[in-house]
């Protein structure tokens, strides 16, 4: 299989249900556990930053500038996704109930194959994803009752 140079993919099953994953992905105080501080509302339309440290090797300033594009309640959450000299991603979630738990499905995309910073930003945030990040969404759905 040929690695799409364009996007970062994930599928991550969780064991707990769609409307404990949608509050991890939604509430701003949760998102801020797993992922960055943040000024996001789930409401379509609503542009909102996440703040973290700077990467300076990709021109990334540590603000993510984004916009809430689609919401479907305890099924998908799509936003755009802006920081950096070039970074103009879509990052979408979706969810899909599996028995007692959520197959959680994770799209970013919008990488510039031919663009080295993008393609370092790419496996970086491939990394982040596939790695602290599901971590934390675990870690925040043990602790919420």
């Known amino acids: 299989m040929t690695e799409d140079r364009t996007a970062i993919h994930l599928d991550q099953y969780l064991a707990h249900p769609p409307a404990k994953v949608w509050r ?3 509430e701003p105080e949760l998102v801020a556990r797993w992922l960055m501080p943040n000024t996001f509302k789930p409401e379509v339309g609503h542009a909102f930053t996440f703040t973290t440290d700077p990467v300076a090797a990709t021109g990334f300033d540590g603000v993510v500038h984004c916009e809430v594009l ?3 309640p305890e099924r998908l ?3 755009s996704w ?3 000299s070039a970074a103009d991603w879509t990052v979408t979630w979706r969810l899909v109930p599996e028995g007692r738990g959520t197959r959680l499905l994770l799209d970013h995309e919008g990488f510039d194959p031919d663009d080295p910073a993008q393609q370092l930003s790419r496996k970086i945030m491939g990394g982040g994803w596939r790695g602290r990040v599901m971590a934390g969404i675990e870690r925040t759905l043990a602790e919420l009752h």
């Open 77 to 79: 959450l799509r936003i």
């Open 82 to 84: 802006r920081g950096g």
């Open 70 to 72: 689609e919401l479907e």
């Open 24 to 26: 991890a992905l939604t």
